[in-house]
């Protein structure tokens, strides 16, 4: 037992140590610890970015998709369209890719729809979920059409059917992840 702890501590400090390098390289490149991490890591890292400028519900879904895909997925947030946009050429220039974005729906500024379909006529292999408490039919019905939405689901939203959702969006379409989720929840 104590040679496994031992072990498990000094792992931890094997990667304090690593990440510790890797932002005095961050600060002495100018670079992002992300764009360090890629250098080392090689391969193209995927993400899936959440906007969202209702703070509380931001940082629990953060959590829960953390939960759901560490390791998997980069979860990255945004408080609203501009900031996603900008969010997503950083995120582009340094190697990584977004595969999923999930927005609600009522924002300042843009609206959810309005930047879902904007985000499909620049990204169009981005696949995309709204989630909104007030969005109205016709609002949806557009996001359908013109952004190829994945799904839409109403606030409060159940969780086990949204990560379920997810992970069909992600797979996206003629995979072999079962059934696609209903559009609107």
Do not use: N
């Not at 391969?43 to 906007?51: K, N, S, W």
């Amino acid at each position: 037992m104590q040679g496994t702890a031992s072990r498990s501590f000094r792992a931890a400090l094997t990667w304090s140590g690593v990440a510790s390098r890797i932002l005095t390289l961050a600060k002495k490149t100018r670079k992002t610890y992300d764009a360090i991490l890629f250098e080392i890591e090689g391969p193209m890292r995927q993400a899936i970015l959440y906007v969202d400028d209702e703070a509380v519900i931001l940082l629990a879904l953060k959590q829960e998709l953390l939960r759901q895909f560490r390791g998997r997925y980069l979860v990255e947030t945004a408080l609203d369209a501009d900031e996603a946009e900008r969010l997503l050429d950083d995120l582009e220039a340094e190697g990584t890719q977004v595969v999923l974005v999930i927005s609600d729906w009522l924002m300042p500024g843009r609206k959810g729809d309005e930047f879902l379909i904007d985000l499909h006529r620049k990204r169009p292999d981005i696949r995309a979920i709204l989630v909104t408490g007030q969005a109205d039919e016709e609002a949806i019905r557009r996001t359908e059409r013109e952004a190829d939405l994945c799904a839409c689901f109403r606030k409060p939203w159940d969780m086990g059917a949204l990560l379920r959702a997810i992970e069909t969006c992600i797979a996206g379409p003629g995979s072999d992840s079962g059934p696609q989720p209903p559009l609107t929840r």
